[in-house]
């Protein structure tokens, strides 16, 4: 089995002090799954943070910071609370498994391992970890145009922010609207002003390409693009594209006073977010320099 289909049957971190224990593990789930391996908690929460596995299994007994520890961080913090934690441990009493699963574990695999029910009980929690992430989708994508809704979109910037303060990184927010798009709406109905909403949130798309950068519907005709580590000259650049990109579509707006085509005006902001520091002033930025491209003749982008 190939690298790519053991990373589509889903990514696994186990954590075990013990060298043997992940040996056995690893000979167990590795021809079927994508594995990471951490000995201690610390790199656990390293990996889980930078790799966003699909599954944890999580010895309960380990020097320094115990499974009952690195189970409590993840749930505590957003970017890595719904990955799933199974705890493999070699306790076995009702009352050990119980605090397992007040911790925030999903199920409890005793030492010494059973094969078959290792497998069963991973490719279990693996296929409902993959309905949930499909039914968390459907719910955080807007259902016109297909990229992200305004609540999705608050959850990643807000997530992204901590992540950048932490790495010491800049952030960009680029801003967007549709030029006269009423007056579109009006002037040619409902039906083209949808086709033309799916139509420029395809041609954005495209100004996008890393993983990590993420394109939403902000309400109506407006759209945001969220560029984490993305200094103020590559957010001009993404500006710019994004002009560019939705001018190739031509598509006649006889009613605006802009172009005779779709046009879009943009704001772009960056900012260095730190701990403590106000996200919300970097959308507030970014929105300010769009309403000043609009009022400066619009079919443009103001950027600071």
């Keep these: 089995m190939s690298w790519g289909d053991q990373s589509r049957n889903g990514r696994i971190l186990i954590v075990d002090d ?37 599954l944890i299994l999580l010895d309960a007994v380990m020097p320094g910071m115990d499974g009952y520890e690195v189970c409590a961080v993840l749930r505590a913090e957003p970017e890595v609370q719904d990955i799933p934690i199974i705890f493999v441990t070699a306790l076995t009493t009702p009352e050990d498994e119980t605090r397992a699963l007040e911790a925030g574990a999903v199920d409890f695999i005793t030492k010494p391992f059973n094969m078959a029910v290792v497998k069963a009980r991973v490719r279990t929690h693996l296929t409902l970890k993959r309905q949930s992430d499909a039914m968390r989708e459907l719910t955080l994508t807007d259902a016109l145009t297909g990229v992200a809704n305004r ?17 010491s990184a800049p952030m960009s927010v680029i801003m967007i609207d549709i030029d006269h798009f009423k ?109 000043q491209a609009k009022k400066s003749g619009r079919n443009r982008y103001c950027a600071a």
């Design 151 to 167: 609540r999705s979109f608050n959850d990643t910037f807000g997530n992204e922010w901590r992540r950048c303060a932490r790495a």
């Design 183 to 291: 007056s579109y709406n009006d002037a040619y109905g409902h039906q083209a002003g949808d086709a033309c909403l799916q139509a420029v949130a395809s041609a954005m798309k495209h100004c996008a390409g890393r993983p990590q950068d993420m394109l939403a519907r902000y309400g109506g005709e407006e759209f945001v693009l969220l560029l984490p580590n993305v200094a103020a000259q590559g957010a001009e650049s993404v500006a710019q594209h994004i002009l560019q990109e939705v001018r190739t579509l031509a598509i006649p707006h006889r009613m605006s006073t802009a172009s005779e085509i779709v046009t879009v005006s943009i704001g772009a902001a960056t900012q260095a977010p730190c701990e403590g520091g106000n996200p919300e002033m970097l959308i507030r930025t970014a929105d300010s320099l769009l309403y």
């Design 18 to 54: 013990a060298i043997e224990n992940i040996q056995i593990l690893n000979h167990v789930l590795g021809e079927e799954h994508e594995l990471l391996f951490a000995l201690n908690g610390a790199k656990a929460l390293e990996l889980a943070h930078a790799q966003q596995p699909d």
